[in-house]
């Protein structure tokens, strides 16, 4: 069997990406017809559970050699311009650009989404319940550095419900306009970079003063402004930003993930593979906590996780954020939900969706 040419196998390339390019356009006019019904049903355009389930079809029909993380990336973008195809999409963000928030956001919606920046968490809510963009991203859990109290304060009085779930590895770098780490006099970021960072800092940049950000993009911009500053973010922050890289991978431990939820209106469909948050709160009586988890116990619900947060009105008094798998859908999840009702003083679900993948 005789060796093909190089131009030989271009050519056979040429002829696949005609292909593609055909099959793209046909799947856009499926798409547009779809968006249409959608449209005339009242349904939202943007669908996690129905993402969700072409993802595992996908991975389930992927003989390879192309790898399962590059076809999610490759189809999120197909995905992504379906849906600008049937409405434009609007999704607001922690910025601004470059932030880590703003990363996790262009890898769930794709390029083709019309990004919005804010100055702060409260801000994506806001800009979601004036319907002055569709959907929302914000941080709520770091590995390391646990959760983000700001997003809790406004899950517990937003209309709005939790649509899905996006994991992203962070990696930070020192960036700056100078070039070595004896010319930095300052370093800025947000609180949780900081902490992630400490370590390092105090070995690389011992006793050189802190400064909290809004984020570590934010920081990024700071650092323009101060020639004897630094800032940690992302890579990415860098290039848009213009700053040198001083040094890349300086957090703390290489386990550094942070969890961001998409906020938006409706609900999702069940896809046998979810997870529900909710808050709920307690009598304040001996073995109260106890008896409000009895139902999940006797359900056999797994709780993913379970964390105390003090309300803000009323001094030492206490909501309890709750993640668990299953969808309020199902029967059994419905009976607990009813018995928690039942032992509680407060009850809110926040949504039921698709687990994100812990891989990202």
Not at 222 to 243: Q, T
Not at 315 to 335: A, C, P, R, S
Request: proline fraction near 4%.
């Amino acid at each position: 069997m005789t060796r093909e040419s190089l131009k030989e196998l271009r050519d056979r390339l040429k002829n696949r990406d005609e292909k593609i390019v055909d099959l793209l356009n046909e799947r856009a006019r499926i798409s547009l017809e779809i968006g249409k019904i959608k449209k005339s049903q009242g349904l939202n355009i943007y669908d996690p559970s129905q993402e969700n389930r072409v993802y595992h079809y996908l991975n389930e029909i992927n003989e390879g050699p192309l790898p399962e993380g590059s076809l999610k990336e490759i189809f999120t973008e197909i995905l992504s311009a379906s849906r600008v195809l049937q409405t434009p999409v609007s999704v607001a963000y922690l910025g601004p650009e470059a932030s880590f928030t703003h990363a996790a956001a262009v890898s769930h919606f794709g390029k083709s989404a019309s990004f919005s920046p804010q100055s702060t968490i409260f801000d994506v809510f806001d800009q979601i319940e004036r319907r002055r963009a569709s959907w929302g991203v914000v941080p709520v859990e770091n590995s390391l550095e646990g959760t983000v109290k700001m997003t809790l304060d406004r899950l517990t009085s937003t209309p709005l419900s939790i649509l899905s779930e996006v994991f992203l590895r962070i990696n930070h770098s020192l960036l700056s306009t100078r070039n070595g780490l004896d010319e930095i006099k300052r370093v800025y970021s947000h609180p949780q970079a900081l902490a992630q960072c400490q370590e390092w800092l105090r070995k690389n940049l011992p006793g050189c003063p802190l400064h909290g950000m809004e984020s570590t993009a934010k920081a990024a911009q700071k650092v323009l402004e101060d020639g004897e500053g630094a800032a940690i973010g992302s890579s990415n922050a860098a290039s848009i930003y213009g700053l040198n890289i001083i040094s890349e991978g300086i957090e703390d431990h290489p386990s550094n993930v942070t969890r961001f939820l998409v906020i938006g209106r409706g609900e999702n469909k069940r896809t046998g593979r979810d997870k529900t948050s909710i808050f709920f709160g307690c009598r304040h009586m001996p073995g109260a906590l106890c008896h409000s988890l009895e139902p999940f116990a006797g359900k056999e619900i797994n709780l993913v996780k379970i964390e105390s947060y003090p309300i803000r009105e009323r001094m030492w008094e206490y909501l309890f954020f709750v993640d668990f798998n299953g969808h309020v859908e199902e029967e059994k999840i419905k009976e607990c939900l009813k018995d928690l009702q039942g032992q509680s003083t407060f009850v809110k679900i926040l949504g039921s969706y698709p687990m994100g993948d812990t891989k990202s």
